[in-house]
């Protein structure tokens, strides 16, 4: 399931990142590549100890946290801290699949369920950079508004086309979920939504604490902690 998570941070917020990023020393992206993935990327990233790279992602898993699409739709185990990314000039990255295990520097590995790609700068500052993730149902191409971020399975085929004006920033990073399987996560998701719903609208019907109660003992049978 891919999914829009909108407003993780402002657009304020957001402008306020890309300023301290573009300040930023930049290198060279392929140094936390694997093996194939450095045949197929050009662009730039912060590197990883960067102080601004530190600071920022804490602020972003913090707003996640705030997040409830997010919480509903991840299910979060592990997230990894943020990392960031910038292309301009003609830079892309051919098609790919993430790493399936990846180490928290000074941390715990985790496997990434969910790959995630917040995006920093506004569509119409920069031409071409769309991300596109290819699923069972297709190829889909994401260009989402400054401070909007969109949730995908890490098991999908995805690439960045070349940015062909301005420069592209963003951040992006894995989830490692309790919830493993990604149709079962989708199940968990809809289900939570339509509880919410239900309980809106009408919060005193039975249904609303037996379904609830199916939500917990689903989590309660497929949670890997
Ligand atoms: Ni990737």
């Not at 506004?122 to 699923?135: Q, T, W």
């Amino acid at each position: 399931m891919l999914i829009q998570i909108e407003d993780v941070v402002s657009p304020e917020e957001a402008a306020q990142y890309r300023a301290a990023l573009e300040a930023a020393e930049w290198v060279d992206g392929r140094t936390t590549a694997g093996y194939q993935s450095a045949l197929a990327k050009d662009n730039q990233q912060l590197p990883t100890d960067h102080p601004l790279a530190v600071q920022l992602g804490d602020r972003i898993v913090a707003a996640l946290e705030r997040h409830p699409l997010f919480m509903s739709a991840a299910l979060p185990l592990k997230v990894f801290p943020p990392l960031f990314n910038r292309y301009h000039g003609g830079q892309s990255f051919g098609t790919h699949v993430d790493n399936a295990i990846r180490g928290i520097p000074g941390g715990p590995r985790i496997r990434t369920d969910l790959s995630a790609t917040l995006f920093l700068t506004n569509p119409a500052e920069y031409e071409g950079g769309e991300l596109i993730i290819e699923d069972t149902y297709g190829t889909h191409s994401v260009k989402l508004p400054a401070g909007h971020m969109v949730l995908y399975p890490a098991t999908s085929l995805h690439r960045v086309e070349p940015v062909r004006r301005g420069a592209r920033v963003s951040s992006f990073f894995w989830i490692q979920s309790m919830i493993r399987g990604d149709q079962h996560r989708s199940l968990l998701l809809e289900l939570d939504m339509a509880v919410q719903r239900l309980t809106a609208e009408s919060p005193r019907h039975p249904a609303v604490v037996s379904l609830t109660g199916v939500y917990h003992n689903l989590i309660r049978m497929w949670a890997e902690m």
